[in-house]
């Protein structure tokens, strides 16, 4: 936090993973996730308003990577997801929930895409039920 109060910027970027030679993967990356909503959660608590935005974009920045490496398997995005609706704070500060609700968005519309190419006519059944 200290580091942000004087160059407002924090480390811990998608980038960081490639310096120190780790190829992105949903495990590093959900953990990074993890490290942003951390951080997000100290800026609430300590009253940074500009660390809270700057964090909770970083946070979707590292969401949107793990869907590109995740693809169509949502496991790793739906635990990170899970893990902002446990935190009852993120509620009215941030934006994070409603940064975690538009990366269920993209997962859910991607699936609903990928489903109604592959079985038209069923999908159109479904969705008259």
Known sequence: MLKFCYTAEYPFADEDLEVVG????SRNLGSLCEIHLSITLLA???GIPNLVTYSV?????????VREVIGGQPRALAYIINKTYEIPETGSH????TAARQQ????VMKATKEISTLMP?????????
């Open 94 to 97: 941030g934006g994070l929930q």
């Open 121 to 129: 006519t069923a999908f159109q059944d479904v969705l008259r039920d």
């Open 22 to 25: 780790q190829a992105p993967d």
């Open 57 to 65: 974009n970083r946070f979707s920045t590292a969401a949107d990577r």
């Open 104 to 107: 269920a968005f993209n997962v």
């Open 44 to 46: 609430i608590k300590f």
